[in-house]
């Protein structure tokens, strides 16, 4: 379980998470909706740590996130984060984004992060573009290649900030589809979106950040149950 508790986070003079208490599950798709500025994005990269709370806690699996170098690589491991502009290396080609990390951080040899990076590419329909920069692509297989690299890492929780701004409908509903296997693997996944039409057609939980606060939305468990979503 991904869990906050009674996170709070300030910038300056201004409160952005008051008092925040949340937990995902693994085999969950959850959306965070919210207006521009309700602090979406503050929430998501303090659940990865890249914001340090003023007060409460983070914890995955029940390991409290310290914010040292090693604190935070462990939490790192099992959380993943797909970023709003995907945020992929330019200079390198479209395996080697997947493989940076797996060679730089798990320190794989550079044959078995190449296995791992195309065994991916294949499942993402993506193999033809492994030696494509990223100027080469399109938004869709950018946004693939990102889900990739976070994937190869072999996170229990993925979180995405804002995944279907840039993308036209028919590459949202691939997207979806993605989730739905995903999950499937034993993974949650967490979306910030301000689209409640797309958050009702992906997600099990919604929720709701508004002044500071969450609140549960809508839960849609019951239609994915049924089908209804399918
Ligand atoms: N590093 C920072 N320093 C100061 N203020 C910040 C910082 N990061 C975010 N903020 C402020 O916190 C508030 C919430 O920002 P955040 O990016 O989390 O909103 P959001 O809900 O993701 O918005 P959007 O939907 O536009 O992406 C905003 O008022 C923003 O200006
Ligand atoms: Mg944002």
């Known amino acids: ?34 207006p521009s500025g309700t602090g979406k994005s503050t929430l998501l990269r303090c659940l990865i740590g890249l914001e340090k709370v003023d007060e409460g806690e983070v914890s995955v699996d029940g390991a409290i996130l310290s914010y040292t170098d090693t604190g935070l690589l462990a939490h790192r491991q099992k959380v993943g984060m797909v970023f709003q502009e995907w945020h992929l290396f330019d200079h390198l080609n479209v395996l080697d984004n997947i493989t940076f990390a797996l060679r730089k951080v798990k320190k794989l040899s550079k044959s078995e992060a190449d296995q791992i990076g195309l065994n991916l590419l ?20 950018k946004q693939r290649i990102a889900i990739a690299r976070t994937i190869a890492l072999e996170p229990r929780y993925v979180l995405f900030d804002e995944p279907t701004s840039a993308l036209d409908q028919e590459t949202i509903q691939e997207f979806i589809t993605i989730c739905k296997d995903l999950i499937k693997l034993d993974l949650g996944i967490v979306i910030i979106t301000h689209d409640l039409g797309f958050a009702k057609s992906v997600s099990t939980k919604i929720y709701e950040l508004k002044d500071g606060l969450v609140e549960t939305f809508m839960n849609t468990g019951d239609f994915f149950a049924k089908g209804a979503n399918a």
């Open 122 to 141: 294949e499942k993402f329909n993506l193999l033809s573009k492994k030696d494509a920069y990223t100027h080469q692509l399109s938004g869709g297989q």
């Open 1 to 34: 379980m991904l869990e906050v508790k009674h996170i709070r986070k300030q910038f300056d003079d201004l409160v952005v998470l008051k008092d925040v208490s949340m937990s995902f599950q693994p085999n969950e798709i959850s959306s965070i909706i919210g």
